[in-house]
């Protein structure tokens, strides 16, 4: 492999060594450097559950954004929130954890 290919691609599933620093200073940023905003609501498992779905899916149809998968990936969470998860949890009858978004 040439030089280029290994710190600057980004093409399908291959992402380049610069590429990934840079989401991993982004990832490490948004985690422990921007201020938590309580929505009421939670797409942490909406988004476990989509992210790879829709992102194998724009692979397949060689449509390989970021931007769309990301897009994507919260409207399928929102979806998944308030369709699937949120109804459910009203037939919990106790839970261990005290939670706001319910």
């Known amino acids: 492999l040439n030089q280029k290919n290994i710190f600057l691609n980004a093409e399908g599933n291959s992402l380049g060594l610069i590429y990934f620093f840079l989401y991993v200073l982004l990832i490490l940023y948004i985690a422990f450097a921007v ?30 954004s970021v931007f769309l998968a990301i897009a994507l990936t919260v409207v399928a969470s929102l979806f998944s ?22």
């Open 35 to 64: 201020k938590y905003v309580p929505l009421g609501f939670d797409l942490s498992y909406g988004i476990y559950i989509w992210h790879m779905v829709i992102v194998n899916a724009l692979l397949v149809y060689n449509y390989p």
């Open 81 to 102: 929130w308030f369709v699937v998860e949120r109804p459910s949890l009203k037939f919990k009858k106790y839970s261990l954890l005290k939670s706001t978004c319910t």
